[in-house]
């Protein structure tokens, strides 16, 4: 295995629970173009950064820590596919070691019309963790600074191809925690056959201290934090149109 792309790492994890089936091995690539509002790790946003590591050397730690991660590798962000072939080159590594692969992505960057690196890296992933962030275009652009056609568009293309996918969504206060746009994503998932999980997170706001840190302001200071109750309201409805639109 090549060992001459370089991957800027912005952290990695241990023992992760919430990244995918099993206890993960997390790896939290540097890089976005989204700027989400309620985003955890604005540190991440900028390609830069302190450590920069090869597939090798990512991989001989997790095999030092593989006991205790046996659910396998989940790479996230940041944004993974703004590094594209260093995360191809680290799931091929881990799939020729037999390691269960998962990438946590918001499929921003995909583009129909130009997807061979895109399906050589699928050609790795064991499963997709596909974030989508509102199912209305215009709220979307407002939460994220970006359109959801490309993301749309890629969780249609994982259903064709029949790769396996979690559906993660963050359900906010006055944004996506609204019955009318919950129900949408139910009727779009529905047209999905790919879909193994549903995760719907609640809002928080522990990333203030952080956004302070860095000088950078918060929008959604005024937000209260969403219930438990309130993600489970949420999961229910969408699970709801889901089954009603089947």
């Avoid at 050589?120 to 359109?147: A, C, P, W």
Wanted: net charge negative; aromatic share 8%; charged share 25%.
């Amino acid at each position: 295995m090549s060992d001459e792309i370089m991957g800027k790492i912005h952290s990695i994890e241990t023992c992760g629970t919430v990244d995918g089936p099993g206890i993960r091995f997390v790896v939290f690539m540097q890089g976005c173009p989204m700027r989400c509002l309620y985003c955890h790790n604005p540190d991440s946003w900028e390609v830069n950064s302190k450590e920069e590591m090869t597939s090798f050397q990512i991989l001989a730690k997790y095999d030092s820590v593989k006991e205790f991660c046996k659910g396998g590798i989940t790479v996230t962000g940041g944004e993974p596919l703004m590094q594209i072939d260093f995360v191809t080159e680290l799931f091929r590594g881990a799939q020729e070691k037999g390691i269960h692969t998962a990438l946590d992505t918001s499929g921003v960057l995909f583009n129909r019309d130009n997807k061979g690196k895109i399906d050589r890296l699928l050609d790795y992933t064991s499963l997709v963790m596909l974030d989508i962030k509102h199912i209305n275009d215009d709220e979307h652009k407002k939460l994220t600074g970006h359109s959801n056609k490309n993301i749309l568009d890629f969780a249609k293309y994982l259903s064709e191809i029949g790769k396996p996918v979690w559906i993660r969504h963050v359900v906010v206060p006055e944004i996506t925690y609204n019955e009318k746009y919950l129900t949408e994503l139910g009727m779009f998932l529905s047209e999905l056959k790919n879909v193994k999980a549903l995760d719907v997170l609640p809002y928080h706001n522990m990333a203030i201290p952080k956004y302070e840190a860095l000088g950078i302001q918060y929008r959604l200071k005024d937000t209260p934090p969403l219930s438990k109750e309130d993600a489970i309201k949420a999961r229910n409805t969408i699970l709801q149109a889901m089954k009603e639109s089947a």
